[in-house]
């Protein structure tokens, strides 16, 4: 799961803008009760208290046998200027922990992140770390949720099990999304990192393997828990790693951890790990009285965060395909599973086509540049038909000779390409003179494109072409386009399309039509196909909004094209060349209504006179008196006693102003100063921001 830049930096970016590329922290959430808090002892002595340190830490990795093993967990470090014997401290692996007594430990791994407020304990996250940190290149964020004297069958009970669910359930997913709100932060080093939920890993029984009833259920509870927890947290493939309760006698408790792993409905990416095996004998540990903590035996800690980090690196790695050629990614993709990750070398690669790529519903199939601050680059179209489940994400599509990306449904116009997310996507420099698109989709659904570009595209063609789509949405994507012999459209919805939102994008000099709110489509090519429809209530397209956009240049920013039904409202149109919109109808034939049913309300338009003549060119067989404008603000550059312009239809609650206090309008940036009044109209004012 993406949880893309962290609300802290959001919010203090404060503007709803495409996000640039960043790389990934690789996240793993830790849940348990008090061995996964950590009872390991490090290096304590005391005859009384700690058998006079056998099992501990120091004592096991200074063993002659195990030395050479774990080396890489002792360093020199610098104790009141003296250089002395330490434990080494990883700078590619943190840890998030909120203990018990709830202090917060923050930092780089190393020991001490445990229950006790010191650094002489530890828990499976040591070993873990280690393994996960020497697994990947990119950095690793483990944050650590777990209480002692907590069950599954109460305390952690997870929704679907029935019943009330735990507290410690709700407490879990609360600490860990608090942990990836706040990670830039307090991690400056993962700052500007965009956070990648890549497993759990659960290791907890001992309370339940008390309780007969528990014992009993605890098989079916863990299914529910694994389930829920990859339903909530959107992953219905998230790798889920589960710890045996080696420490405790009760086999049936044993039994039922490895046989709920093993249940079809979330058998797979869940991986059981047997842990009895690193059982140390109580005369040979620190705690001889705490068998439920493993004696306090820092072997035995170690050893199961080793095991369990194994589990979690092996079942990611099964997730990932990595390529570095287009005849890779063909075989990758015709083999993938759902939930399974391409992972994009970078470098230069060929166009291609593919068909029948599916994923399933939380387990998209994902394509993205394995570093996405070095995208990978496609030279040449890429045409995806037939796909279910899908995501593109960081990677540059350039100097396609037709259209750059092209999605949709093999021409059966009766099973369309479904839940399709492009995420971070360049497209640039496609097309020629003719009508080539930057990105086409044909007969698409429930559609989310984010945070991408989009530049020079054909003459005769869209940025963004849709035909026939339905319930698709378009956030903080970018349309840019030259003002000398401007293509045709940014972003058109035609062929019967609905339900598509166009949300706080920008539009710069993005074609004569910036947003093509309809158009006109052969009725072959309709989806659904014509024939299916009632007569007398045909349209190019209906149910669309535009909302929170800027748009500079073009010659009509805005254009109602045969459309039923279309809101434009909260946007901010700076410098339109010709018209501020158009209402046209372009397909006439027997049973379409007339272009009607449009909105275009609370925005800023910026202009001027001598370029804005006509602020709303309405054609024929088109009904402007169905159409609603109300409270925008007009702004007339060269003429600032300007009243406001004549509509189709008397405007409600319309107004003069001045020119507003822009960041920098002529580089622009149309965002409002911070000194500038609360806008009430145009792009800053969108409740959606």
Known sequence: MWFGPSLASASAQGRNEPQPARPIVRVFLLAGQSNMEGHGVVDLDDPRDYNGGRGSLARFVADLAQSAEWAHLRAEVEVDGAVVPGWATRDDVFVSYLTER????????????????????????????????????????????????????????????????????????????????????????????TAQLDGVVWFQGWNDGCDDAATAEYEANLVHLVGDLRAALGDAALPFVVGETGNMDNAALRAAQAAGCAQPEVAHATRFVPTRAFLRAAEDSPNTSHGHHWFGNGESYLLIGDALGRAAAELVAAREVRVGSTRELRAALSAALPGQRVLLAPGEYEGFQAAGVYGAPGAPIIVRSADPTKPARFVGGVQLSRVEHIELAHFVLERAPHNGLNIDDGGTFVRPSHHVVLRGLHVRDCGGQGNEDGIKLSGVEDLLAIDCTVERWGRGGSGIDLVGCHRCEFRRCILRDTPLQSASSGIQVKGGSSAVAILGCRFEHAGQRAVHLGGSTA???????????????????????????????????????????????????????????????????????????????????????????????????TAPNTFVFARNQWVCLDEPARRAPRLPVAEEGGSVGALPQFVDAVTGDLWLATTAPKPTVGADAWPGQ
């Open 102 to 193: 709830g202090t917060p430990k923050a930092g780089p791994l190393s020991i001490g992140f445990a229950v006790y407020d010191d650094m002489h304990h530890f828990g499976p996250e040591l070993g873990l770390g280690h393994v996960l940190g020497e697994r990947f290149a990119e950095p690793v964020l483990l944050v650590k949720t777990a209480w002692g004297g907590k069950s599954l069958a109460r305390d952690f009970r997870p929704p679907s099990a029935g019943g009330a669910t735990g507290p410690y359930y709700s407490r879990m997913l609360a600490e860990l999304h608090a942990a990836l709100e706040s990670f830039e932060t307090v991690f400056p080093a993962l700052a500007g990192h």
């Open 523 to 621: 009725l072959e090519y309709f989806r659904p196909p014509l024939a299916s429809l009632p007569t007398e209530t045909r349209s190019e397209a209906r149910d669309l909004r535009v909302e929170g956009c800027r748009f500079i240049g073009s010659e009509a920013p805005v254009t109602f094209v045969g459309v039923d039904g279309a809101s434009v409202r909260w946007n901010t149109l700076y410098r339109p060349a010709k018209w501020v919109m158009r209402i046209l109808q372009e397909t006439t034939a027997p049973g379409f209504v007339p272009c009607r049913n449009g909105v275009f309300a609370d925005n800023l338009v910026v202009y001027s006179a001598a370029e804005v003549q006509v602020a709303a060119n309405v054609g024929p067989h």
